[in-house]
């Protein structure tokens, strides 16, 4: 089954407009060089520089996403931003559940379900983040964590088309530690059988899950070379040109 990469930046709070402006022309101009892209690119910069990163991206193949939606189209939900706005602005992705919005904001995964569905309504695909704590793991227990969050986040309505997956473990974001091939390998696996089980053989065989946490050029190939591991949702590393298309050209070979 062939899955095409995707190499998916995510700014978090990060980038002031000049800032944004010049990664953004920076990531377009490196893509643009590469002709014939055997992955797909994507960044997803905060609400304030969308429409900034949309002009400096433009006629580069880089997707532009957001990090996080209302599941209202509009009405009285004071600072939030719904997914007809993120559609209107030019969105094509919005990421769901990242482990940060979850521990930080107290999101569910039923309030992410909900979110993802709403995503699909106004044609935006939604990246689901799931993931087990340090404590989660050396209890053994994640596995067991990340299955009941795709279970409980993912929508009967997901398909390959509307939806990737991130296996983020929340103690490999932004630390510099990776788990071994071996646990990510595992959980993907699991990952994947659990949408066979939820969606379909065939929605779970093409849909893509994304490995994120600490992932820089010198672990890309590695991770990426995964059999289940269809890309990377990258944090700190997104925020360098040189580091984010490094990690692209070390895993996808291009
Ligand atoms: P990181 O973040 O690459 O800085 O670890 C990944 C993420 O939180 O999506």
Not at 123 to 138: P, Q, S, Y
Not at 159 to 188: C, F, L, R, S
Request: charged share 25%; hydrophobic share 40%.
């Amino acid at each position: 089954m062939v899955r095409k990469l995707l190499i998916a930046g995510n700014w978090k709070m990060n980038g002031l407009l000049a800032e944004g402006a010049d990664l953004a022309k920076g990531i377009a101009g490196e893509v643009k060089k590469m002709g014939k892209l055997p992955c797909e690119f994507l960044v997803c910069p905060p609400f304030t520089l969308l429409t900034t990163v949309k002009k400096s991206l433009r006629g580069a193949k880089v997707a532009l996403g957001a990090q996080d939606c209302h599941f209202a189209d509009k009405g009285a939900h004071t600072g939030d931003i719904s997914p007809a706005m993120l559609k209107d602005i030019g969105c094509q992705y919005v990421i769901l559940g990242h482990s940060e919005r979850r521990a930080n904001h107290g999101e569910t995964s039923e309030l992410i379900n909900v979110k993802a569905q709403s995503a699909y309504r106004n044609e935006l695909k939604a990246i689901i983040c799931v993931g087990e704590t340090l404590n989660e793991r050396d209890a053994g227990r994640a596995v067991e964590v990340c299955t009941k969050q795709i279970l409980d986040s993912v929508p009967e309505s997901a398909t390959y088309q509307n939806t990737v997956i991130a296996y983020e473990p929340v103690w490999a974001i932004g630390t510099g530690k990776v788990p071994t091939t071996k646990d990510v390998a595992e959980i993907h696996a699991a990952i994947r059988k659990t949408l066979a089980r939820k969606l379909g053989k065939s929605n779970a065989n093409r849909m893509r899950i994304l490995y994120g946490g600490s992932v820089k050029p010198s672990n890309a190939a590695e991770l990426l070379s995964l059999d289940d591991v269809d890309g990377a949702l990258i944090g700190g590393a997104s925020l360098k040109v040189e580091d984010f298309i490094g990690i692209a050209k070390n895993a996808c070979k291009c």
